[in-house]
């Protein structure tokens, strides 16, 4: 799946910035491009269009000075990148980029159309009219848009990412966050979104349904929702001192062996369960051979020495313990190369950033809309090392 496309200038500046999915892509990916153009000799026109960066497979097209640069983690045909960019396109330039008035323009194919194509020989799936929406002041939503349901679902989605040394110490944590809101709300609704403690935030980014001069003056989200999913904001905080849960590893290693214990445990309490809790780490190249087992929940090794721990959720009774042996190769005595422990967990009901929703009010709706709240902070990139 196509999850972003960059524009960048010949300088490697961020022209345009489009993501496609729910997880966004950060911009560092940028750099790693353009430290890749560098290495095969600074020229964009002259390397290949398809390029596997570490996390991303890349597509680019360089044209009049400005790359185009999708990025996408599984593969897929490069030309989709590049026909999702035809659709943004009229006669060269911008048309919309928003998701709502693409998919009236250009109907998703199925089975009907791909019927119809058969016996017609016709295959276009273009509409022949605009939207209406294209010539509206709110793009994002139709003018008519007439709803069964009476209801606005807002969920605050967040992931911690944490690096941990090798003495224990936390050397960063921060949250990257999302509000995501599902409006199913007829007519023209006005919605504001206030925070108890807006301050916390940084790095705020807005869908273009939000009015900028209330949140630049009170901190408020005021907007006109469009019909169905949509993130109306990502935002991070920064600079916290704590994590819900440790991880502990400890190896020596001695005369061609090395002794592995890896401890889990509740650091911090959030005041609800802590579910889904895992430890993956790549084994050494140098490991021949491994015997691990854990007091609670399985061990599993893969072909490419890849250990993953699934812990589920800690038991009362006792702390969840990983341990066993590695069996060094021929002529090493110790270890030198140590892994990086990989954590995931996922806690239901809570922000761990601390964010709390205020209140929500909608106006503008013929009968009284039913609101839904919900939380939830997983793992993003925590690491620990060994």
Known sequence: MLQCIFLLSDSGEV????????????RSICAWFWDYVLSQGGDSSKILPVIASPTHYLFQIFREGITFLACAQV?????MGIELLDEMMDNGFPLTTEPSILREMIAPPNIVSKML???TGKSSNVSNTLPDATSSFIPWRKSDMKNASNEVYVNL?????AVVNREGVLVKCEIYGEIQVNSNLPGLPDLTLSFANPTILNDVRFHPCVRFRPWESDQ????VPPDGQFKLMSYRVKKLKSTPIYVKPQLTSDAGNCRINVLVGIRNDPGKTIDSITVQFQLPLCV???DLASNHGTVDILADKTCNWSIGRI??????SLSGNLVLEGGLDRLHVFPVLKVGFKIM???LSGLQIDKLDIKNTPARPYKGFRALTQAGEYEVRS
Do not use: N, W, Y
């Open 75 to 79: 593969e897929m045909p490069p030309l």
């Open 288 to 290: 021949a051979s491994a």
């Open 157 to 161: 989605v967040e992931e911690m990412d």
């Open 220 to 223: 408020i989200l005021s907007f």
């Open 315 to 320: 038991p009362k009774d006792k702390s969840p």
């Open 15 to 26: 022209i345009l910035e489009k993501q496609m999915t729910g997880h966004r892509v950060d």
């Open 117 to 119: 194509s058969v016996v």
């Open 349 to 351: 009901g809570v922000a």
